[in-house]
């Protein structure tokens, strides 16, 4: 047989959204395997974070509970701030298809309306697993413990997952609005660096002066961290007087926003990224 | 499968509008199954906004266009499902092996994970590819990554490919080979469209050519007709010394029955010609009787400038709106 096409020979059976979705999500897994600076973000820097705090913040900070119980408490917040940089894994990818031309390879092809999108979202859900596992091991190493259930852990693990996937949306808002991969590195030294710093992530939040304790109080990073904590049976540094709803239904309070980024996130993501590639 | 439509591209009317910027101004197209039809043009003429809009990934302001004999609008998969791309900038995809590149299409376009993989393999010998398969893209040579995304275009055996500049920024020798490699493509049934800047390789590839500029058909014909329109090949002399070139105007003028025309400053004389080699001969032993000393002296084709010139009284550069259109109707009947 010829390589060359002959025109009575046809591809394409009928549409397979599923297959499509997974076939652009491997493609998204085996990029991550072979840029070094991807698989550095996903295994290296959650390792690194965790040994970091622990070490360096971990004699400064006290958090009630005795001494050493710091690790417990960083545990929570390190977790919610490497899941909200999940943010950047899929606004990168999907900025360089865009500006590379593989989006429109892609859309020349007979594949299902939405596996593009999906796709990156599959990829990212997978690969956020990988710092998970890796922190929690981490974790293990400098003295964290879980001190409740197995139900309760696997809620903290579900709610990690949930949460995942919510940044994948506004990853996927962000890489079909940004112009670049550079402009999404800019945001997101600018905007969710920080924000993921003014929040319980690493220091109880009645540590903050004024304005930003109240921020903090209402960022949904810190409603992660501690809801994390209480359903590990870990410090949370929440019991405090006057601590508004946010902090006292900590877990509440997260679904909240999960549902609200993925019920307005996931639609305008789909919106802006058609209009995107649509010239 | 129903036999394939008489024409495996019909446009008519395309344009499109950017903000302020019309980048199509009422285009008609018309490509024949199984012929190969060049759009020429230079940067920014509207090639690449006529591809996108027939291969679905932008939709007209007005107009209509059927690919294969489906409505790229209203019938977009099924547009899809019938042609290839090779865009502009080679869009393989630099962190997966060439292999995989050609299976991913293929799984895309739900050949089956085997038949994706035998299909990868023969391409990739097919486009002498076979030895670096299972190397990243991003490490391959310019030609290799051209040669790599035409074989992903032909995954599927598409009828209708469209390949968008595909030797623009290659050396001459990978436009070369990859000319070698289209030619294999044409006369076998498959109906192709590529845009170029270079009307050499318009001439070497295509049956028919397209020439447009700011969003508007100028002129299209075989390039023989296009040729008689701008003059076709020409001689070209460089004298030694500038106090010649009058005498070796003269001389050219004889020889190819044409009027010359100057260029002082780089002593050069050029000459339209259709006698080719003939004319060639008669001047070299005519230059070398008045013992005229010759820098350089050869056959060339017009560039797309001249070619421009010629047709709209332009150069291909000037960003005026209406260059041209006085000559549109003339030249395009």
Known sequence: MSAIPSPEVHAGRSSQPFHDTWVIAKRGLLHMRRQPEALTDATIQPIMFVLLFAYVFGGAISVEGGTGKYNEFLMGGIFAQTLTFGVFGVAMALASDRKNGAVDRFRSLPIAGGAVLAGHAVANLIKGLLPIILMSLAGLVVGWRTHSGVLDVATAYGLMILFTFAMTWIGVLLGSSLPSPEAVQGVAFIAIFPLTFIASTFVPVQSLPGVLQTFAEWNPISSLSTALRELFGNPTAAAYDGAPWPVTHSLEYTLIWIALIVLVCAPLAVRVYQRSVAD | ?333
């Open chain 2, 1 to 333: 499968m129903t036999a394939p439509p008489t024409n495996a591209i019909e446009a008519e009317g395309l344009v499109k509008r950017f903000g302020s910027k019309t980048a199509l101004n009422g285009v008609d197209l018309t490509v024949p199954t199984g012929t190969v039809t060049a759009v020429l043009g230079p940067n920014g003429a509207g090639k690449t906004t006529a591809v996108r809009i027939l291969t679905t990934l932008s939709k007209p302001d007005a107009g209509t266009a059927r690919v294969a004999g489906y409505d790229v609008i209203t019938q977009a998969v099924e547009v899809r499902r019938n042609l290839g791309l090779a865009a502009q900038d080679a869009t393989v995809d630099g962190l997966l092996t060439g292999r995989e590149n050609l299976i991913m299409i293929g799984e895309l376009h739900h050949l089956g994970k085997k038949a994706s993989r035998s299909r990868a393999d023969q391409l990739l010998q097919e486009f002498s590819l076979a030895d670096s398969a299972d190397r990243l893209a991003s490490q391959y040579s310019g030609g290799m990554r051209r040669r790599l995304d035409l074989a992903a275009t032909l995954v599927a055996r598409p009828p209708v490919l469209f390949l968008d500049e595909p030797t623009t920024g290659l050396d001459p020798r990978a436009r070369a080979e990859l000319w070698d490699v289209l030619d294999g493509l044409v006369g076998r049934g498959t109906t192709l469209m590529l845009t170029t800047q270079y009307l050499e390789e318009a001439e070497r590839l295509a049956d028919n050519i397209v020439v447009i500029d700011h969003g508007r058909v100028i002129a299209e014909g075989d390039s023989r007709e296009l040729k008689r329109k701008v003059g076709g090949d020409q001689l070209q002399l460089v004298v030694r010394d500038e106090a010649q070139l009058d005498h070796a105007a003269s001389i050219l003028q004889r020889g190819a029955g044409a009027e010359p025309q100057l260029d002082r400053q780089a002593r050069r004389v050029t000459v339209p010609t259709t006698s080719g080699v003939a004319a060639l001969a008669a001047v070299s032993v005519a230059l070398a009787d008045a013992g005229i000393e010759v820098d350089d002296l050869g056959m060339r084709q017009p560039t797309l400038d001249e070619v421009f010139l010629t047709l709209t009284g332009k150069p291909a550069t000037d960003e005026s709106a209406d260059a041209g259109t006085g000559e549109l109707h003339e030249v395009s009947r």
